[in-house]
């Protein structure tokens, strides 16, 4: 292909109409502290900076997640999780990893499909003390006193903003409730996990304080994912999300140990993969066969 002289300056004019950064120095500046501060924060408890690889030969199995792939048998990571619990069934201690991360078909206002993540384990911490951590390094990191937290349960979130009880209600009135058309309900269907994420995201969670974080803890174990379920409660998850206003912030559990019960939900999200139509993804045998060596009990956060 023969390019000459003159499309050769016309295609870099057109192209240097965009090479200016979205963002300026100052916001780069702010970045650049708040990362200096969570790395304080991890040195004052003694919490041990890891690196873990970009890409893998497997990735996450969650339908709600996609990932980029790379080569033949290849993705980009979605999080450092995978590979963070395979050094603490190794023996390392509590851990941190402050890396970029990817993920594809996540673009928008506040999302792109590249950017960078803080996740973090605390081995012999339950739910109020991973929540606690968690606004003590937001804390840390903003320099200032964070004022009233409020914690909600996901039950008592969606009586409260809502109207209904995200337990007993029936799909209608979750339906009736965003005001769903016909071709909503048709795309969303019996989907119940669906439908309490649309009236979470449109209804509930824009009715958090703007003043101040929202932690809403105790999930469905329908909505688990990695966390385990709670001990006084089996239909309950012991995961929690942290909510600036509507702005999420961070998501955290108290870490599913089991390794029979991993593989179930594993198996469970790749049929689920098959009936929405999404691509198929191997599931990591090695994080299966370190939780089968014993992940310690720990609490974990991205």
């Known amino acids: 292909m023969n390019v000459t002289a003159e499309g050769l300056r016309l295609s ?12 300026g120095v100052a916001v780069a500046m702010q970045r650049a502290e708040l990362i200096a501060r969570a790395r304080d924060y991890f040195t004052l408890h003694k919490v ?20 980029f792939k790379v080569a033949a048998s290849s993705y980009l990571q979605t999080s ?35 950017f960078t993540l803080i996740e973090w384990y605390r081995r012999n911490f339950l739910l109020d003390d991973i929540v606690a951590d968690t606004c003590n390094l937001l804390a840390h990191m903003l320099d200032r006193h964070l004022g ?3 914690i909600l349960d996901y039950q008592e979130a969606f009586r409260q903003h809502a109207g209904l009880d995200p337990f007993h209600c029936t799909l209608d009135d979750l339906a009736d409730r965003v005001a769903a058309d016909a071709a909503l309900r048709s795309s969303l ?10 009236v979470l995201s449109f209804v509930v969670v824009p009715r958090f304080d703007k003043q101040c974080l929202t932690v809403l803890q105790h999930y469905p174990c329908s909505q688990a994912a990695l966390a385990r379920r709670c001990p006084a409660n ?12 509507d702005l999420e912030l961070a998501n955290g559990y108290v870490e599913l140990g089991d390794r029979t019960e991993q ?9 689920r993969r098959t009936n929405l139509g999404l691509p198929a993804v191997p599931v990591d045998r090695n994080l299966l066969a370190a939780l089968d060596a014993g992940l310690p009990n720990c609490a974990g956060v991205a």
């Open 234 to 245: 089996p239909e309950l998850a012991d995961r929690f999300e942290v909510f600036f206003g």
């Open 189 to 198: 269907g019996d989907d119940r996990d669906a439908w309490l994420d649309l």
């Open 263 to 271: 593989a179930e939900r594993m198996n469970a999200d790749i049929q």
């Open 12 to 23: 870099d004019k057109s192209r240097s109409m965009n090479w200016r950064p979205t963002s």
């Open 148 to 150: 009233a937290v409020q």
């Open 80 to 114: 450092p999780e995978y590979y963070m619990k395979r050094l603490l069934a190794a023996g390392y201690p509590d851990i941190y990893s402050i890396c970029r991360v990817f993920r594809a078909e996540e673009r928008g206002r506040r999302h792109l499909p590249e």
């Open 48 to 67: 041990l900076s890891v690196d873990t690889p970009a890409f893998g030969s497997a990735s996450v199995t969650d339908p709600h997640i996609a990932s």
